[in-house]
């Protein structure tokens, strides 16, 4: 249920204009104390998100996700029509990530951290993660098991390195589900290119990246993985290739504390050998300090160890957060 309703705007099929705005608005506070080998360690500014969204009409809706300290997490308008309880269809514009990222990499999981081929892993100047938010239109559809979208973006310029200019990006994905609505399989594809600021290395880098996820959902744990590769091709350099892959297990049955433990790979190649290679697991636990009907608070503590050629480095974060 929560799944769709993510899917069809933040909204049930049932759902009309309210005419209560206390209805649309919701926010969360988060903070985080990061603590890694050899560096000073030190609460993160808070950073404070304003959350609105809910049905507009009886097709329409929309949804804000607003860094307060920062920028539109996620600002977007959508349209969408039911047929009957098992089939739908709808699109979105504005500013937004795939639903198959959302759900499956960076959505419902029992830690803060989220897997580095995901949300940090790029490759030589490309910016690119498939978690970054990018403005564009998505359409998309779900009947019965199956849930399919496709969408043409725009990268994101950062200064004195890439910029987008009148390059688009598209995107595709297909989703199935199990009986249990969660459950399940997933395929992304992403092709896209900018122009490299730099002259000495080349004036365009065409790139794609594709993955398989899965995952297993029962009421009393997850384990949910994903497996992603990628190429870059520049006219002046052999093709650079990426790819990684994690797992993570989420244990739930106990009361109000959700152990789980992550490993990961991830691996870089400039046509020639390796550039990098890391692996890295984590283990820690979820706790929800509190939950009423209009808010809740969490904290999740974790420790990392972290192997790159033949050094290890240890890590360790509290991750803090307040939603209303």
Do not use: C
């Amino acid at each position: 249920m929560g799944l769709d309703f993510f899917r069809k705007g933040h909204r049930f099929d049932t759902d009309t204009f309210d005419k209560d705005f206390s209805h649309f608005l919701g926010g969360h506070v988060e903070t985080e104390y990061d603590i890694a080998q050899g560096t000073a360690s030190q609460f993160t500014q808070p950073d404070f998100h304003l959350h609105a969204g809910g049905a507009l009409s009886e097709y329409f809706s929309a949804y804000l996700d607003a860094n307060v300290n920062n920028d539109f997490e996620a600002i977007y308008a959508q349209a969408t029509k039911a047929f009957g309880k098992e089939s739908f269809v709808t699109a979105r514009a504005g500013k937004l990530t795939p639903t198959i990222i959302r759900n499956y990499a960076n959505g419902i999981m029992a830690s803060a951290s989220t897997p580095l081929i995901i949300t940090d892993s790029t490759l030589g100047l490309n910016p690119f993660t498939p978690a970054r938010g990018s403005f564009g239109v998505t359409a998309a559809g779900g009947w019965k098991s199956l849930f399919f979208e496709t969408g043409v973006v725009n990268g994101e310029d950062i200064p004195g390195q890439v910029s987008v200019n009148r390059h688009k990006d598209f995107f595709a994905s297909g989703e199935f589900a199990l009986p249990d609505g969660v459950t399940g399989i997933g395929l992304y594809t992403h092709r896209g290119g900018y122009d490299i600021t730099d002259p000495s290395v080349g004036a365009f880098d065409r790139y794609n990246r594709s993955a398989l996820f899965a995952n297993f959902t029962r009421s009393a744990y997850r384990v949910a993985g994903a497996y992603v590769t990628g190429k870059d091709s520049i006219a002046s350099l052999s093709d650079q290739k990426i790819r990684g892959w994690y797992v993570q297990g989420d244990l739930n049955s106990i009361r109000k504390i959700a152990p789980f433990v992550r490993y990961e790979a991830t691996r870089t190649n400039d046509g020639a050998s390796d550039v990098e290679r890391q692996r890295k697991g984590t283990i820690g636990f979820s706790l929800t300090a509190f939950e009423t009907e209009v808010g809740a608070g969490r904290i999740v503590i974790e420790g990392s160890r972290t192997t790159s050629a033949e050094s290890h480095s240890n890590s360790a974060l509290v991750n803090l957060l307040l939603a209303f």
